[in-house]
């Protein structure tokens, strides 16, 4: 049973929801809910219903209800972060008098006061607490100080689900933030048009997200530091409609993620264009401090330092960093 004197922090992602709760991550899962698209009750959330994406019967939607970082499914969001809270402390009522001022809602700083509106009511519909919201900024600068990185400048990126995060900071306080539609969970979309085109062969969900994961290891495994093998892709082809195998060379898996990659290469760059040349020149020479899921995609962290001249780091645990830098603060 969890102690009612801990800290809880949510990091909402369109990808992964994070609940850390003292020094435990309590929950870690997608945020994704599935629900009967007549009564909209509640069939699973998470991991299961995320297994359900591609094989649901017709009366059962899986629905992500946050996308591009901000919630735009309120409802469907209301029953899944109601349903989360109900699992990782089961005995306890959520009420105030409980958990007094001590709930923390990461999100990133360019969220607009209509998705704060928004936020701010589903989590009233679900408890009486006070949430305070807090900058995902902030949140992965107090990473990298823990972990003794304290440049003057620091150029912080991360990478989630359907969005990334791009902060510039001096004097361990923000200039600049950007939020770019651009992550890792379309990667399997994209897989799949590939297969179709160049191969002639339709992959379901489940093949692409398959094949997507076997991509998505760390940089120990990556495009320059161990060369990606052929990978034998099975699925249907389009002219006999029979079940196929296609051998992927290396080189059209190298030129597909860096297709994938060209975007968030061109968002980047116009993040740069818009702060002054010597703060530009500054972050290149610092480097880029990458975290996220999503930084994880196979020769990403490499990938971009070449494609802006700098040099990359990739966090330790990346898809924590944002909950762990939160903890480390002063709060």
Request: aromatic share 8%.
């Amino acid at each position: 049973m969890l102690s009612t004197s801990e800290h809880f922090i949510f990091d909402i992602g369109s990808c992964q929801t994070r609940v850390s709760c003292g020094s435990k991550i309590v929950f870690n899962e997608p945020t994704c809910i599935a629900l009967h698209t007549s009564s909209q009750q509640i069939i699973a959330i998470g991991i299961k219903a995320y297994h359900l994406l591609g094989r649901e019967p017709e009366s059962v939607e899986v629905v992500f209800p946050v996308k591009y970082g901000v919630i735009a499914v309120p409802e469907a969001y209301t029953k899944f972060l109601e349903e989360v809270c109900n699992r990782i402390s089961p005995r306890l009522q959520w009420q105030k008098s409980l958990f007094p001022d001590k709930v923390d809602i990461i999100m990133p700083r360019v969220i607009t006061p209509a998705n704060k509106y928004i936020l701010s009511k589903v989590l009233s519909e679900i408890s009486s607490i006070s949430f305070k919201i807090v900058d995902m900024g902030q949140s992965l600068l107090h990473y990298y100080q823990e972990l003794g990185y304290r440049p003057p400048i620091m150029w912080l990126i991360d990478i989630g689900g359907d969005v990334t995060y791009a902060g510039a900071f001096y004097d361990q306080k923000v200039i600049a933030a950007k939020q770019i539609r651009w992550g890792a969970l379309p990667f399997g979309e994209f897989i799949q048009d590939f297969m179709l085109q160049k191969h002639g062969c339709q992959l379901s969900w489940q093949q692409a997200e398959t094949l997507k994961h076997s991509l998505s290891e760390n940089s120990e495994n990556n495009l320059k530091k161990k060369k990606l093998g052929d990978i034998a892709v099975i699925g249907k082809d389009t002219m006999s409609q029979h079940l196929t195998t296609v051998q992927v060379k290396r080189k059209d898996l190298e030129d597909l993620l860096q297709s994938y990659y060209t975007p968030l290469v061109e968002e980047l760059k116009l993040f740069l264009a818009d702060l002054p040349v010597e703060t530009t020149t500054a972050m290149l020479e610092e480097g880029i401090s990458l975290s996220g899921g999503g930084s994880q995609l196979s020769g990403l962290d490499v990938y971009l330092a070449e494609a802006l001249q700098t040099s990359s780091r990739l966090a330790k645990l990346p898809s924590l960093a944002v909950i762990k830098g939160r903890k480390v603060a002063k709060i």
